[in-house]
């Protein structure tokens, strides 16, 4: 297994009470969906590990408290501190309509609906300020920005993301 395979869920950031509970930052939109996690993968210096939870408590916000099976006091869990956590890709629930996740779109036909097929999604390009769809378009690249505006339908059968493209953003490229 490498990094492909799997996707980021959050962060470990400290022990928690001295029963070898970490808190973690949980970096997905809807954390009480994992109130049910039975495991996370762990990097170890390029090793995936698997750690079984035991328990998991989501609190407010993103925050949850969780205690991996064998971990049994503060001076274990600490070993853990600012370690990522991750999940496999097929764990991710699928997602309908308009909503779609970044890697699941890549190779994708973009189809704006003035010009036509412009090209193929290579990537999302996920940037602190805005993502943009980074598009093959013949030997240049295209960047439109991605918001819910842009999008208007992904045909996940035909491999196909329909955007309103930015008025006069793709003549630019012309």
């Given at each position: 297994?490498?990094?492909?395979?799997?996707?980021?869920?959050?962060?470990?950031?400290?022990?928690?009470?001295?029963?070898?509970?970490?808190?973690?930052?949980?970096?997905?939109?809807?954390?009480?969906?994992?109130?049910?996690?039975?495991?996370?993968?762990?990097?170890?210096?390029?090793?995936?590990?698997?750690?079984?939870?035991?328990?998991?408590?989501?609190?407010?916000?993103?925050?949850?408290?969780?205690?991996f099976e064998d971990v049994n006091n503060a001076q274990d869990a600490a070993v853990y501190t600012g370690?990522?956590?991750?999940?496999?890709?097929?764990?991710?629930?699928?997602?309908?309509?308009?909503?779609?996740?970044y890697h699941e779109v890549t190779g994708f036909a973009v189809i704006d609906e003035i010009h036509g097929t412009i090209g193929f999604l290579t990537k999302v390009m996920d940037l602190p300020?805005?993502?943009?769809?980074?598009?093959?378009?013949?030997?240049?690249?295209?960047?439109?920005?991605?918001?819910?505006?842009?999008?208007?339908?992904?045909?996940?059968?035909?491999?196909?993301?329909?955007?309103?493209?930015?008025?006069?953003?793709?003549?630019?490229?012309?």
């Amino acid at each position: 297994m490498n990094k492909d395979d799997f996707y980021y869920l959050g962060k470990i950031s400290k022990p928690f009470g001295s029963k070898g509970q970490v808190a973690a930052f949980l970096d997905v939109d809807e954390p009480l969906h994992y109130r049910k996690l039975e495991s996370v993968y762990l990097d170890l210096d390029g090793e995936w590990v698997p750690f079984l939870i035991a328990s998991i408590e989501i609190q407010s916000g993103r925050r949850a408290l969780l205690h991996f099976e064998d971990v049994n006091n503060a001076q274990d869990a600490a070993v853990y501190t600012g370690r990522e956590m991750y999940l496999p890709l097929n764990a991710l629930p699928p997602l309908k309509g308009k909503k779609f996740y970044y890697h699941e779109v890549t190779g994708f036909a973009v189809i704006d609906e003035i010009h036509g097929t412009i090209g193929f999604l290579t990537k999302v390009m996920d940037l602190p300020k805005q993502s943009l769809l980074q598009i093959a378009f013949g030997e240049k690249e295209l960047l439109v920005p991605l918001v819910d505006e842009v999008i208007l339908k992904v045909d996940r059968k035909k491999r196909e993301l329909h955007i309103r493209a930015p008025e006069g953003l793709i003549d630019i490229y012309l």
